[in-house]
């Protein structure tokens, strides 16, 4: 038995349950929903999931403004059902993995309607509140932006002062600076790691400390944020990103998760660049964050140098112990088929990539079977995000889309998981409206059809998926790509290797990144073929000297 943790061999599937299956026809989902498709995740060959936000929050930004960290929303079930959902997926060998927002609560959580009730309430200084800029206070203490769009400072009436939000201003901040606040958001850490969860996913972690001081954030170039810079509208986040402070709370953090066994882990949602999303691992102890979700793949286009690059890149950051997160969609952001043109191929081989490079693999409920993201008009959207865009004139958004890949409307990458064709995509009762609109393409991507063909992308997932699961050189192996004049420029080649006494193994990745058949010499011919990302592979009766590549095909050999 190797020593290897079971989060750096993990494969994790986000859901989003308000999307992943209606148990009680409203039109929403629900637990006792998911519970019901807990079987479906395990055939499909993943083990962990993440699921976002369900906890009690008035759903103002669908569970990313929680009202109470340890209560069930109504419209999702009970603590009964969330407890029986941990017991479900233990039983299956599965890890259960929640989302927490620390950050920020509700504004009608109790904590900040006691905050603002008065400036001498106890709970006044678990937020961040301010006089405004003299000297008539009726400007903003001072220029921080939050993270969308405007002035992060919201001014209350009531008490003549101003609060922050690093989001939308319905998302009051923590004051961490508060020991209070820092002994309660551990405690409900602690709560539901008594319940047996396996792990959490720290939303926006990288902005809980803000300068003490409240220095004004300097200047910056830089007009729109990037995967490299969330600064933007020329204005720098030095006093409100990446505090030292955070790093060093996360090492508490870090220790109460360590205090349980068995391990648990947590990832965290943070922005800037590589050296600074490492930093979150803590120091030479590794006592920080187990992973942090890099999200430079996102919006990686198919092309071999670019990956190649992308691959170095992580490589030199999250080299062994560490390990990097493959991520290519999420409930914010464009799902990744809509950036690849809907095109079922190229999907397969960025599948192919995702689970045959090293690190741990992030699935999108619905990404395995090609679900897209569905172009709605942003005047009736309910993302909250969207309507801070609501006067921005439409071809401004769609050129965001066009030439940044990225959609204001985060409702078009929510929409309800699609199980058959039937009316609703089986989601929900056929007569019921569904909470968003099914997207248009659900009558051939959806999971029922796709389990009956085998040469469908689900079918394909689940191929790749029992490999990664029983193939050690796949699931905890080193990587180096290959940079042999004998491989076509459009092929990526990649080993990864396993060895852990007198266990070895070696398995050898092909992706052609090409619209054109490939065939060219097997640099390793004494591995032997064993999966792709076609059903119609000729490698299988060449005897692997000659490789033979179907425009977009993924191979894996295997010594
Ligand atoms: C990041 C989450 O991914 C997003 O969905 C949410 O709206 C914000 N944080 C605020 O919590």
Redesign the pocket.
Known sequence: MDQIPWWKKTIVYQIYPRSFYDSTGNGIGDLKGIISKLDYIKDLGVETVWF?PFYDSPQK??G??IRNYREIALEYGTMEDCERLIMEMHDRGMKIVLDL?L??TSDQHTWFVQSRSSKDNPKRDWYIWRDGRKPLGKKPPNNWKA?IRGSGWHYDAQTDQWYWT???PF?PDLNYRNPEVQTEMLDIVRFWLEKGVDGFRL??IDALFEDEKFRDNPCSFRLLPSEKSPDYLFQSKKYTQHHPDTLKFLKSLRSVIDEYSPTRFMVG?VTGPMFMLRKYCGDETNDGLNLVFLFKSLGISLNTIKIRRLIQLYESFFSYPHIPTWVFS???RMRRISRLGGDIKKAKLNMALQLTVRGVPFIYYGEEIGMENHNLEIETSLD??AHKFYKVPNFILMAIKKYLGESIN?DECRTPMQWNSAQNAGFTKAEIDPWLPITPSYSERNVKIQTENADSLLQCYKRFLKLRNTTPALNSGTIVIINSSELPSNVLSYIRSYSHGSEKQIAVIYLNISDDSLEFKNPHKYANFAESTTVHTRNEKIKNVEIFLFPWEGVVYIA
């Open positions: 976002s930004d669908f990313y403004d927002v950050n920020h993270i690093q989001f939308l998302q939303d926006i949602e999420n409930h914010d909250p995000v985060r």
